[in-house]
């Protein structure tokens, strides 16, 4: 079964063609795969439960203390789950029923950061640190669902420094707030957007090792 994303998860940031993973799942529950989880959960320990039969699955990501609504999963089907108190914090998991419990089941998923994805770009040298280095990349914006996108921003977390993105007539910029984003155009179903990307890395700039790129989008899907 085809799965097409119908809320927080319909926006997907690809590289190459490959979907950009912003943070690793480890733990689960039995019959159950998480496929990807929202950046926007944060490193931590979510919950996975399922409740009655086995068949309704229910998500809580980390420092959360609500539950998200239970959703009863198809047979060897792709879903989402949502927090409880933050719908944008979710996680896109496939059900494989031949090996669920057929009773109430609950388990930690740990999240951690992930590293050189493509939103970061590539690392740095010690000679590129030592002159400095400026390059540019690209970052693809996919619809994955079946309604189209308007009033598309995207901007930079205050905490990022070194990144710039692009808009058309103004140039490079790194807005911080949504009010100052970038506006893209509309995106349709199964369609696609560029986002411009520059990374500049000040000549002499000391080793890091976890430096990490937030980007923030928002957009309405009708």
């Not at 529950?29 to 409740?51: D, F, K, M, N």
């Not at 693809?140 to 598309?152: G, Q, V």
């Not at 070194?162 to 995106?187: H, K, N």
Request: aromatic share 8%.
């Amino acid at each position: 079964m085809v799965y097409h994303a119908r809320r927080a998860d319909s926006l997907r940031l690809k590289i190459d063609t490959v979907e950009v993973r912003h943070l690793v799942p480890v733990g689960t529950i039995p019959g159950v795969v998480v496929e990807a989880v929202a950046a926007r959960c944060g490193p931590g320990a979510a919950r996975l439960r399922s409740s009655a039969d086995g068949e309704r699955l229910a998500f809580k990501a980390p420092g959360s203390a609500v539950w998200g609504l239970d959703v009863v999963a198809g047979v060897d089907t792709t879903f989402l789950l949502q927090d409880g108190e933050d719908p944008d914090k979710w996680a896109r998991v496939a059900r494989h029923g031949a090996y669920m419990n057929t009773g109430p089941a609950e388990g930690r998923v740990l999240l951690a950061d992930v590293f050189n994805n493509g939103v970061g770009h590539d690392d740095v040298t010690a000679a590129e640190a030592l002159a400095g280095d400026v390059a540019t990349y690209t970052i693809t914006l996919a619809n994955d669902s079946l309604h189209r996108f308007s009033k598309l921003v995207a901007w930079l977390d205050a905490a990022t420094a070194g990144l710039e993105i692009f808009e058309e007539w103004v140039g490079w910029s790194a807005p911080t707030t949504e009010a100052t984003g970038i506006q893209l155009p509309d995106i349709g179903p199964g369609a696609t957007q560029s986002l411009f990307l520059r990374r500049t890395i000040g000549a002499a700039a000391d080793s890091d090792t976890d430096i990490l790129n937030h980007l923030h989008f928002a957009f309405n899907g009708l």
